[in-house]
Nanobody
Framework: QVQLVESGGGLVQPGRSLRLSCTAF????????IAWFRQAPGKEREGVGC????????FYRESVEGRFTITRDNAKNTGYLQMDSLQPEDTAIYYC???????????WGQGTQVTVSS
């Protein structure tokens, strides 16, 4: 079955870290960029960042620059979103996808909830 499966979400206190994983099944993730998006309650989905297919170049939205890091391990068919210094405003459902622009993504993860609260 062709799918992206996310894991690693949860409840964390402000200032702490989480790492999300995004694993591809049924296709080769190395053939695609990996992007992370998030959607907070009552808000539109927004791009968090993206890693390119070949050279590993990364791009981030300004509000997470320096706190979040996107990496990929093509041997494991998996991408990662390392989130440090989490803040309550980072609370959202996080999705991975196979394009930096969501309208071009062939595959989406199911979403994983991240809640930052004391």
């Amino acid at each position: 079955q062709v799918q992206l499966v996310e894991s690693g979400g949860g409840l964390v206190q402000p200032g702490r870290s989480l790492r999300l994983s995004c694993t591809a099944f049924g296709f080769t993730l190395a053939d695609y960029p990996i992007a992370w998006f998030r959607q907070a309650p009552g808000k539109e989905r927004e791009g968090v960042g993206c890693i390119s297919r070949r050279d590993g170049m990364t791009f981030y939205r300004e509000s997470v620059e320096g706190r979040f890091t996107i990496t990929r391990d093509n041997a494991k068919n998996t991408g990662y979103l390392q989130m440090d210094s989490l803040q309550p405003e980072d609370t959202a459902i996080y999705y991975c996808a196979t394009a930096c622009q969501e309208e071009f993504a062939d595959f989406w993860g199911q979403g994983t909830q991240v809640t930052v609260s004391s």
